[in-house]
């Protein structure tokens, strides 16, 4: 992971060999980016509001699909949000589905509503 500014720190996932994954928060960007040799594989973006971390997309790199990153990369952001005392919103629907098979994350997820939905699309302006 990354501090706040984007400046790396160490990573909660292993990078032992060159190639290897890592995970890092760029706040600036609102969003979560996966890099293999240091280059920008797929992202998973959010907005914060108040204290829940809204995913609303998720996206890998077709150079670099089918490697597990979007696994990879949704594991570490919801590891770091709950590190930082959030909880999350799944409107992204892979991370709906990732929330399915990994149920360790039910006790930071709350519901999908309209409200948020609403409030995420005036936040994006869309």
Do not use: N
């Given at each position: 992971?990354?501090?706040?500014?984007?400046?790396?720190?160490?990573?909660?996932?292993?990078?032992?060999?060159?190639?290897?994954?890592?995970?890092?928060?760029?706040d600036p960007r609102h969003r979560?980016?996966?890099?293999?040799?240091?280059?920008?594989?797929?992202?998973?973006?959010?907005?914060?509001?108040?204290?829940?971390?809204?995913?609303?997309?998720?996206?890998?790199?077709?150079?670099?699909?089918?490697?597990?990153?979007?696994?990879?990369?949704?594991?570490?952001?919801?590891?770091?949000?709950?590190?930082?005392?959030?909880?999350?919103?799944?409107?992204?629907?892979?991370?709906?589905?990732?929330?399915?098979?990994?149920?360790?994350?039910?006790?930071?997820?709350?519901?999908?509503?309209?409200?948020?939905?609403?409030?995420?699309?005036?936040?994006?302006?869309?």
């Amino acid at each position: 992971m990354t501090s706040p500014d984007s400046t790396p720190t160490p990573s909660t996932t292993p990078a032992t060999a060159p190639g290897a994954p890592t995970v890092r928060r760029a706040d600036p960007r609102h969003r979560y980016e996966v890099l293999v040799d240091e280059k920008t594989a797929g992202f998973t973006a959010y907005r914060d509001r108040e204290q829940q971390r809204v995913f609303f997309h998720t996206e890998i790199d077709d150079a670099f699909a089918g490697q597990g990153l979007a696994s990879i990369l949704v594991r570490e952001a919801l590891t770091d949000v709950r590190a930082a005392g959030l909880r999350l919103v799944p409107i992204c629907p892979y991370v709906a589905k990732f929330l399915q098979k990994h149920r360790e994350f039910d006790d930071i997820t709350d519901p999908v509503t309209d409200e948020i939905r609403t409030w995420l699309d005036a936040t994006l302006a869309r």
